[in-house]
């Protein structure tokens, strides 16, 4: 039930009967097998009689595989007698949905619905994965490595559908003047040579024509490396990924392990660092395996494929560097080495791609290419015109400031004849439609955000949505040739879903702020879902958890409320003052306020005991945040640690003028991008924050990883003046309050050299109040109790010390 609260809305958690016992700290820091697993990774048996699942073991990481009866109730665990006649994951279908082949522990199956009966079609040491059927249904056609094999049903005879080379082809020779002079001068060898060539032609005849016979070699070149291939399901084509041999992708140092079973100091390779290579450029080939034909595809018909976006960019950049008396290190002028590593400095250059992902028609008619720019800015969706061996761009999506990692989902209906995917052009991801080379329609539209489409065998995409509000997550369906958008399920819980092999039922994952993920089914049609599964242990089923609200907390900045959770004291009093925690979500892009079992359960625990000792808390999904839109996103581009701090120091507001809460006495924490953040807001407004405690945190994006990191702040080599701006290293001296710094020695997402480096910048600025806690067997999640009851022991010493008069 919605309600008005001040200039936003909240709404009152049902499930919250009456105030729980105190909880511990060491209770909320135990193993969470005390709680109960949530189910994990649901998909359906081939017949649709069952659903199969995942369940961690009590003190172990081993997941037991679960398969349950949805209309019975009934509940196996598969044994290793059992596993042999169990269906795998990721069940593909033949064209008339008779037959399903599925990948299990790196081998074929193919399990046939009108019999029952289980086909093995591999027993190798070699992984073989993507199992699909041919286009007339004959053969079972899978991927080993980058080589593609083809099994005939019918006749049992299996193989490689190509082979394909990374060498040059050994017969290819070049022209040679004194060859010719040969062959003029000596009819023996002019002889000797027409026999060979003679053999050739009807060795080539022979191979062309008879079809028992293996596939000749493909020779692409000495000069490439094959990153992956992918087959039409019609065996005639072949499309082929390749990039540079021996590119250098960049340094990589060591890390270093101090507590060891061995004893001795170990070490282990790091990531590579950001902008220091840019990704290796992918080339796209297309082989006519029936014609023996191998043509590179062009990307210079792309749209957009020669603009430059980074220019305006290289230029404030340049024009900064030049009221400096000494360049910026690591930057590049134009045409330098930075240019020559894929940052494109000179007009009318074709920019360099990547290949994301190919996808073909079940018919192998046509095929669709994702293609995403290496400087972050451009995806198309392009077609393969077969004929003039070229591509057709199908989509073009732009964003100056980066295309989104998640929704980039597309495929094709079962008749091959219809294209759709998911796009935020229109500032949220919606699902759209097209013909090849037609004109593309929306099949969903609003301020929401669609995810994760699944086609069912009538018609109809079924989706994940957050339609009602932007914390409520639930499954809609959409035809898709058009209409009306219908709610399926009610839960505004639902984590993820997957659908029956004959589209009539949903297996659902849904959970609520206090319940992890359960399995439900529910049948398309119906209103209400079942529950099939209770997995939480009694001591935790005991407990009644206080009230909780969320909130959209008012913005000085956006027109969007900034959607958070508020915990407060079960004795509130607003005559009082109250110290204040906020709590600051990891990852950047990442939705803890919604109503669901959250990522940070231990956190929302620690939040009720604050809550137990007299503190107001607020969670809050600030600006960058996944749920909100394309604009809520892409806010931080280049200024990353501005506007999520703006978000923060609104939530304080709010919080002094309608919670009661004392603004000389707020604290706030959060681990990895929290982490960062909690350093940003201690570094640039310590008039706000009396004491934070940052863990895990990025303490300099220099030292990130590529991929996440250049897609918001470019690379440093081409925009220092965003990480100069968005580097807590940077403002460190601007540091008041107190700071707690808490890291896992072994991580190799945020090295524990960021938190070492921060600690020795603050030492030199001779700072006094702050602290380093390292773990040496923690990586970025931590996993051992007694660490996360030492780190968060540390954190309440924290907000005690600094927050409580």
Known sequence: MLRPFSACLAILLAFAAAPAPAITLDQAMADPDWIGPPVETPYWSADGKAILYRLKQDGSSVRDLHRIDPDRGTDTIIDPA??????????????????????????????????????????????????????????????????????????????PTFVLKAEKDPEAKQADDLAELQLRLFSTLRAIKADRDAQKADADAFQKGDPTRAPAPFFLGDDIVIERTSLSPDGRRLLVVTTPKGYDEGKVAK?????????????????????????????LWLLDLAERTQDRLAYAELPGINDDPLKPIRDENAAARSHQDTPVKGTANKGGKAAKKGTKADAGDERTLEVMRLVWSGDGRNVAVQLRAIDNKDRWIATVDFTSKRLVSEHRLSDPAWINWAFNDFGWSDDG??????????????????????????????????SNPQLAPDGRFYVRANAEAPYAYDIYRVPLGGGELVRVTHARGTDAFTLSPDGRRLALLQSSSHVPAQLAVQDVDAREARTLTDTRKPAYKALRWPELEIVGVPSRHTRQPIWSKLYKPADFDATRKYPAVLFVHGAGYLQNTKLGW????????????????????LDMDFRASEGYGRDWRTAIYRQMGTPELDDLVDGVDWLVKNHAVDARRVGLYGGSYGG???????????????????????????????????????????????????????????????????HGMIDDNVLFQDSVRLYQRLVELRKTDFELAGYPLERHGFVHPDAWYDEYRRIHALFERHLKP
């Open 255 to 283: 890390l270093q392990r101090y507590v060891t079973e061995s004893g001795y100091e170990e070490q282990e390779d790091e990531r590579v660092r950001v902008g220091r290579n840019l990704p290796a450029p992918h080339a």
């Open 82 to 159: 059992t596993m042999a006649d169990t269906d795998g994951p990721g069940i593909v279908w033949d064209r008339e949905r008779r037959r399903g082949a599925f990948a299990r522990n790196g081998d074929i199956f193919v399990r046939d619905l009108a019999s029952g009966r289980l086909m093995q079609i591999t027993r190798t040491p070699v992984a073989e994965a993507q199992p699909q059927f041919s286009a007339d249904g004959r053969a079972v056609q899978f991927r080993t490595g980058t080589d593609w094999w083809s099994h005939d049903l019918v006749s049992g005879v299996g193989g």
């Open 417 to 450: 004849t219809t294209l759709w995917y998911l796009s935020e052009e229109s500032g949220w991801s919606h699902l759209y439609a097209k013909a090849p080379g037609g004109k593309a329609r929306a099949l969903t539209r609003g301020s929401f955000e669609v």
């Open 598 to 617: 959250p990522n940070y359960f231990r956190e929302q625990m620690f939040h009720h005991l604050l809550t137990e000792q007299g503190y107001v808390v």
């Open 676 to 742: 960062f953040m909690t350093l940003m807001a201690m570094f640039k407004r310590p008039d706000v924050f009396a004491a934070g405690a940052a863990l895990r945190p990025v303490t300099d994006w220099t030292s990130y990883n590529h991929g996440y990191t250049s897609n918001i702040l470019n690379t440093p080599q081409v925009d220092p003046i965003a990480y100069r701006r968005s580097s807590p290293i940077e403002l460190a001296e601007g540091l008041q309050g107190g700071l707690l710094i808490a």
